[in-house]
């Protein structure tokens, strides 16, 4: 799987926009984009996936540059429950060893 | 539905004894998987399986066994308790067309004094 880069923390005003950053320079052409998150104290939770063109439910949107080499989640309205580590991974889509792999992550917190 | 649910929430075991983590989903999905999570870190895979009577290791599989009798359910056995085993554990599962969007119970505390 390639390999992801995120920041180690950043924060936004409750109401804005909360734009997380990851590179993932080395993804090959059938491998995924996922986000989840992880709110303290409780399991991950799946946001959004995408391969190529920009993608948007009801959490979040998900933007991915032309050369697929990184990739942005869009909080579009942040608030204070939106406070978790944000984990950009980059995986097939297919396969019987679809074993994800979390790093850190990237600390969003939210401040009123 | 009740997604994914795990019993206990917290536990406290001494060196060398054993328990069993329950995992039981109620989605009808294929693959389960047990993930441990040390403080500050990411989770990092123990054991999956893809169906009932399959199951294969992670990167992390010493110390603990699975079994996986039916669909709904796949227990975690820790057989002699260290230290090391304190941890957080989380199980998850996901359906067969998207292996990758996988679906997280509430976590174990575990507690090896």
């Known amino acids: 799987d390639a390999k992801t880069t995120q920041p180690t923390s950043m924060d936004c005003a409750e109401g804005r926009a909360a734009n997380l950053p990851c590179n993932h320079s080395t993804i090959s052409g059938n491998e995924y984009v996922y986000w989840y998150r992880q709110i303290h104290s409780q399991g991950p939770q799946y946001i959004i996936h995408?391969?190529?063109n920009n993608e948007t439910n009801e959490m979040a949107s998900l933007i991915i540059t032309e050369d697929r080499k990184s990739s942005t989640l869009i909080l579009p309205h942040a608030t204070l429950r939106d406070t978790a580590v944000y984990y950009c991974i980059v995986r097939r889509n297919t396969g019987a060893n679809s074993k994800l792999t979390f790093g850190k992550g990237i600390t969003l917190s939210v401040r009123p | 539905n009740a997604g994914v649910t795990q019993t206990p929430k917290f536990r406290i075991l001494k060196i060398g004894q054993s328990m069993t983590l329950q995992c039981t989903q109620d989605?009808?999905?294929?693959?389960m998987y047990w993930y441990r999570q040390d403080p500050g870190m990411g989770l990092k895979l123990i054991y999956y399986?893809?169906?009932?009577?399959?199951?294969d290791k992670g990167e992390v599989p010493n110390g603990y066994n699975v079994s996986r009798s039916t669909t709904e359910d796949f227990p975690l056995r820790l057989e002699l308790a260290a230290p090391s085993q304190t941890s957080v554990y989380f199980c998850?599962?996901?359906?067969?067309?998207?292996?990758?969007?996988?679906?997280f119970g509430p976590g174990t505390r575990l507690t090896v004094l």
């Open positions: 399986s893809v169906g009932a009577g399959i199951t």
């Open positions: 998850a599962s996901s359906w067969t067309g998207n292996q990758n969007e996988q679906f």
């Open positions: 989605m009808n999905h294929n693959y």
């Open positions: 995408g391969l190529k």
